[in-house]
T-cell receptor
Framework: DVKVTQSSRYLVKRTGEKVFLECVQDMDHENMFWYRQDPGLGLRLIYFSYDVKMKEKGDIPEGYSVSREKKERFSLILESASTNQTSMYLC????????????FGNGTRLTVT | KNQVEQSPQSLIILEGKNCTLQCNYTVSPFSNLRWYKQDTGRGPVSLTIMTFSENTKSNGRYTATLDADTKQSSLHITASQLSDSASYICVVSGDGGSQGNLIFGKGTKLSVKP
């Protein structure tokens, strides 16, 4: 079974802090994604990556950056955390075929105070 | 505008009963439609993926249907169990099937009561 592991289940950070969310997958998937999930809004794509060192902006990239130095690891960075970034963050990975399912981690619930 | 609308927003049923969740979409061009199950506090898990040419697909007690002409899909759950309590998310892939161009519905929250 594919395993997508997010480093933290819960995080509490202060406004202005730099925050790193880490995600690791063990199935050699080419594609990795970061989403945020908010009540009433569904999942929204922040950034995704098709290959090492490659990144593409999703629908809501403002205030975020990403890093993919190794194929199995995809990091989401909040450069200066703000209270409106309080959310559930979900990482996902998948193969390169168009109809392959996304495999999600169990999420990181981030609270910015 | 590409959109995925799910109904109802929430649903309560008794254990053992069947139910059907709806998904309407306006995504064009269409590549495939997916249903995911998300337990509380967990990430979504894939149930089915259907392409344009498929009009029904089953995964155990879950059966998804797709009508590409009317742009509607449904997820039917048979003989519900307490463990079916979750949010069910419909996702449509357009634009050549790019995995970076998935459009998510807001989900239907299902509660199965004993």
């Amino acid at each position: 079974d594919v395993k997508v592991t997010q480093s933290s289940r819960y995080l509490v950070k202060r406004t202005g802090e730099k925050v790193f969310l880490e995600c690791v997958q063990d199935m050699d998937h080419e594609n990795m994604f970061w989403y945020r999930q908010d009540p009433g809004l569904g999942l929204r794509l922040i950034y995704f990556s098709y290959d090492v060192k490659m990144k593409e902006k999703g629908d809501i990239p403002e205030g975020y950056s990403v890093s993919r130095e190794k194929k199995e690891r995809f990091s989401l960075i909040l450069e200066s955390a703000s209270t409106n970034q309080t959310s559930m963050y979900l990482c996902a990975s998948t193969t390169d075929t168009y109809n392959s399912p996304l495999h999600f981690g169990n999420g990181t619930r981030l609270t910015v105070t | 505008k590409n959109q995925v609308e799910q109904s109802p927003q929430s649903l309560i049923i008794l254990e053992g009963k069947n139910c059907t969740l709806q998904c309407n979409y306006t995504v064009s061009p269409f590549s495939n439609l997916r249903w995911y199950k998300q337990d509380t506090g967990r990430g979504p898990v894939s149930l089915t993926i259907m392409t344009f040419s498929e009009n029904t697909k089953s995964n155990g007690r879950y059966t998804a249907t797709l009508d590409a002409d009317t742009k509607q899909s449904s997820l039917h759950i048979t003989a519900s169990q307490l463990s079916d309590s979750a949010s069910y998310i419909c996702v449509v892939s357009g634009d050549g099937g790019s995995q970076g161009n998935l459009i998510f519905g807001k989900g239907t929250k299902l509660s199965v009561k004993p």
